[in-house]
Structure formats: structure tokens, C-alpha cells
């Protein structure tokens, strides 16, 4: 069965909100996704597909993902 952690991971991409300037507006237009704001960082929630595909958009952009 697989961990509650590596469920989570699958699904959200936690990054600095300062990573997220300039392509906020478009990954929510682009992408079926959530973007929360816990303080210093934005938390974006989507599907494990989703996810996925945000993940190389990010990369695409020169975004690093931890």
C-alpha cells in the first residue's frame, strides 16, 4: 500500500511564492490546478496527472522543483 507522503507528493508541488512570479496567472489558465498561499510559499494541488504535467511546464520556465 502506498504512504499517505508519497500520495501527497504526487499531487502537490510546494514552491517559494517568488518562484511563481511572472507564471502564476498562465499555470492557472493552462492547468486544472489549486493554488493556495501558505505564507511564504504556494502550494499547487492537481491531479497526479496534472501535477506531472505542471512539473515539466515549471522546468520549461526555469523553475526549479525541490
Given at each position: 500500500?502506498?504512504?499517505?507522503?508519497?500520495?501527497?507528493?504526487?499531487?502537490?508541488?510546494?514552491?517559494?511564492?517568488?518562484?511563481?512570479?511572472?507564471?502564476?496567472?498562465?499555470?492557472?489558465?493552462?492547468?486544472?490546478?489549486?493554488?493556495?498561499?501558505?505564507?511564504?510559499?504556494?502550494?499547487?494541488?492537481?491531479?497526479?496527472v496534472?501535477?506531472?504535467?505542471?512539473?515539466?511546464?515549471l522546468?520549461?520556465?526555469?523553475?526549479?522543483?525541490?
Amino acid at each position: 500500500m502506498a504512504s499517505p507522503s508519497s500520495l501527497r507528493d504526487s499531487t502537490q508541488i510546494v514552491l517559494p511564492w517568488a518562484s511563481l512570479d511572472g507564471v502564476q496567472a498562465d499555470l492557472e489558465a493552462q492547468f486544472t490546478v489549486t493554488v493556495y498561499d501558505e505564507g511564504n510559499a504556494a502550494r499547487i494541488i492537481g491531479s497526479p496527472v496534472v501535477i506531472k504535467e505542471v512539473s515539466e511546464y515549471l522546468v520549461r520556465q526555469g523553475i526549479s522543483l525541490p
